[in-house]
């Protein structure tokens, strides 16, 4: 049996869950605290990243990017045209491009920023870095993901999906960084109509319903976050 | 035509300069100045990252992650045993592995700091962020860069090269990253005998040889920087 250490509200776990989803996976799931460095976990990967994918065999696959090539190399094949980094060279380096935008620099613009603060301070002891939020790098993901809602409304409106025709990686880990910062009432939906209807697009798909039954213990979601028409 | 458009002290790309170089492509180079953020670069990859490949088509590769993917998509094959990135599955995991420990973790903890403080703030304009060095990030950096030596030299201790029997994307990750932090002759070699010798040997390797040649405008490099047998 595989097995995913991950966290709830870690996007790059997030978006790792979608593809096993979408791939009618369903590993045993371990929460990790990632503020914890806990010793088992570090000798599988001494990097100690999330997520980590350990699959049948016992093969330790460590990290966002390096699964989802994993599971391209084991899986792609065999969904044809609905394979999430498509065969076309060109096809792949845009979908690649897309997923080192969201993985790198949305998250060190917006996601990290509120999923530390606004989440992760809240659990860590104080001696590791917990405490209050920081407002100045709250403010400034809030002020960085309108840029990158632009971005996307301007992909969406020449194409079907982010990388262009058929659902990709690139949706998916779009779709998991948002919706961390969903979650927190901090996506400005009102200023771009078209990146809002994609996202409600990929939020209603079957593979996204784990996700929008996590809760943070004593924050409860932004009264939108698991309403599929909102 | 290729072309590269890089800078010689970024790790980054110094990694596909070294990929380029093993697989004999010369494209034309053009050098960048990341603090810039040039226009006509955002156009052609609106996340600004070096290095950045326009291959011979005119299609645009972004980012040494993707590229790397890019040139053993279309190089791979061709080379067989010598491929930097192996066929078999459980091999790819772990130079991926080891490609996101170089580029994400060792930048994070040492060359980035290393890079910044000491080189590109020597030339970015004040009002961009240029000034003196920060010691703290470079005595960071410092300590950081002990454990990575040792973790080098605990995986050749085993293994040939990095991930395994034969020379991978891990090595040349690794050693573009060294190679900065050895240039500025921050390096403790004499901590490890082990690491030290897989560097000298990935050193001596022709592909090495126009990043040896690179020069810090009124900085000269450590005295042993360009010596094979230091």
Not at 30 to 59: F, T
Not at 124 to 130: K, R, V
Not at 188 to 210: L, N
Request: include cysteine.
């Amino acid at each position: 049996m595989a097995t995913l250490h991950y966290h709830p509200f870690c996007p790059h776990s997030r978006f790792v869950r979608l593809i096993l989803a979408e791939l009618s996976l369903e590993p045993d799931m371990v929460e990790e605290k990632p503020w914890e460095r806990r010793m088992p976990l570090l000798e599988i990967n001494p990097a100690g990243n999330l997520p980590l994918l350990v699959d049948n065999s016992g093969l330790a696959v460590p990290g966002s990017s390096v699964i989802a090539e994993y599971l391209d190399e084991t899986h792609g094949e065999s969904l044809g045209d609905r394979r999430f980094l498509p065969r076309d060279v060109e096809q792949r380096v845009e979908v690649r491009r897309l997923l080192d935008w969201f993985h790198v620099k949305f998250h060190a613009e917006v996601s990290d920023y509120l999923a530390t603060e606004k989440i992760y301070k809240r659990f860590t002891p104080a001696e590791l870095g917990g405490g209050p939020p920081d407002m100045g790098a709250i403010r400034a993901a809030r002020t960085n993901v309108r840029y990158h809602l632009k971005y996307i409304g301007y992909l969406i409106a020449t194409r079907n999906w982010l990388a262009g025709q058929h659902l990709t990686y690139a949706d998916l880990a779009a779709a998991a960084h948002l919706s961390i910062v969903d979650y927190l009432g901090d996506v400005p939906w009102d200023e771009d109509e078209t990146a809002k209807h994609w996202y409600a697009r990929i939020k209603s798909r079957p593979s996204f319903r784990a996700l929008l039954a996590d809760r943070v213990l004593g924050m409860p979601p932004w009264e939108h976050y698991d309403n599929l028409d909102f």
